[in-house]
């Protein structure tokens, strides 16, 4: 692993970087940190291109050349979207990631970073996950037509890196959240769910708020902003075929997880388990040893985090009840 830390970091000044999926989440969050790294941001809005079209992808980057591609553009959801629609969650991931990923080796793009998921290792993987953990067993079933198609993507970079020598890297984080992120009740993921139910339970003065499942089932969540900050310490520090985690380390439980935000939010009532709705996986911790070699780790706490998400929220709630 030492062999893959960059002695003399890539800089990132003057290139021209491509964040793919710049609008969602992580890439507005990549796109915020890229603002101070003294490069040029290029973007495409998904109306102009459609990231599964193969052809469009091609000409598109033909035409921008990027030095740098940053693939943050994915379909995304909660255990409830990545259980009823698989074959979104698999062939778009898929289209997605061969198309970029195919070009940018065409076109000699210099350095490629890759977005995984903590999903793609085994359900019953040890914990926390080694990166060695990866395709040592069967995946979690809600989201493996997910995971399939992000491990995919890691095996891309890799293929690319042995067969031709491209800058390809790949980084796997935790359950992220943050601002722009969905706070759609069906599709998203655990903290914007909650969030907005804790939110509109305490207007409506509800007695409790619901969540699914047990509650017992464990998580590791990452700041969206944290995140975008270890993405672009990697594109300087790190060059190599492993895929790498980032996460904080630290874990609650998901009735743990209700009880914060309810007290973010300012709920004073109960929490209600919907125990008809899936658990998911038991537990995803990773291991984030490697990152802390590599001279990084997430500086947000997650009550710090939810309060911030809490106020973007609010910011915004006006806005999405409009649509
Ligand atoms: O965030 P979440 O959907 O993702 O659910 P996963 C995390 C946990 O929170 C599960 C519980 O145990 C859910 O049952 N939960 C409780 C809720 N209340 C709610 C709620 O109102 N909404 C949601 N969504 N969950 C996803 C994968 O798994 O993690 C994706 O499906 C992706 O592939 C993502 O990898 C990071 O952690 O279970």
């Given at each position: 692993m030492a062999d893959d830390k960059l002695t003399s970091p890539y800089g990132l000044a003057g290139k021209r970087i491509w964040v793919a999926g710049h609008s969602g989440m992580v890439g507005s969050a990549t796109v915020r940190r890229l603002a101070s790294e003294n490069c040029e941001i290029l973007t495409v809005p998904h109306a102009k291109l459609d990231l599964r079209d193969q052809a469009g992808v091609g000409a598109w980057m033909k035409h921008e050349k990027p030095d740098v591609v940053v693939v943050?553009?994915?379909?995304?959801?909660?255990?409830?979207?990545?259980?009823?629609?698989?074959?979104?969650?698999?062939y778009d991931n898929l289209a997605i990631e061969t198309n970029i990923i195919h070009a940018a080796f065409q076109l000699g793009v210099e350095k490629l970073l890759f977005m995984g998921s903590a999903c793609i290792y085994p359900r019953?993987?040890?914990?926390?996950?080694?990166?060695?953990?990866?395709?040592?067993g069967p995946l979690e079933p809600t989201n493996e037509w997910y995971a399939i198609a992000k491990i995919a993507g890691i095996k891309l970079c890799q293929a690319y890196r042995k067969q031709h020598g491209s800058d390809f890297i790949s980084a796997q984080p935790n359950n992220l959240y943050g601002p722009n992120d969905n706070f759609d009740l069906q599709g998203g993921h655990v903290i914007p769910a909650l969030m907005r139910k804790a939110h509109e339970a305490k207007l409506s003065g509800a007695p409790a708020y619901e969540l699914w499942g047990s509650g017992t089932p464990k998580r590791e969540f990452l700041h969206v902003d944290d995140l975008a900050d270890a993405l672009i310490h990697i594109l300087k520090y790190y060059s190599g075929p492993v895929p790498l985690n980032i996460g904080t380390g630290e874990e609650v439980t998901i009735a743990e997880l209700a009880r914060t935000?309810?007290?973010?939010?300012?709920?004073?009532?109960?929490?209600?388990?919907?125990t008809s709705k899936p658990d998911g996986s038991p537990r995803?911790?990773?291991?984030d040893t490697r990152m802390k070699k590599l001279g990084w780790r997430a500086s947000i706490s997650l009550r710090d985090g939810l309060a911030e998400t809490y106020r973007w929220f609010l910011d915004h709630e006006s806005e999405r009840r409009g649509h």
């Open positions: 943050a553009a994915a379909t995304v959801g909660g255990i409830h979207a990545n259980s009823t629609r698989p074959a979104d969650f698999i019953e993987a040890e914990q926390p996950m080694v990166e060695e953990a990866l395709l040592t935000i309810a007290d973010v939010v300012g709920f004073t009532g109960n929490l209600k388990f919907d995803k911790l990773l291991d």
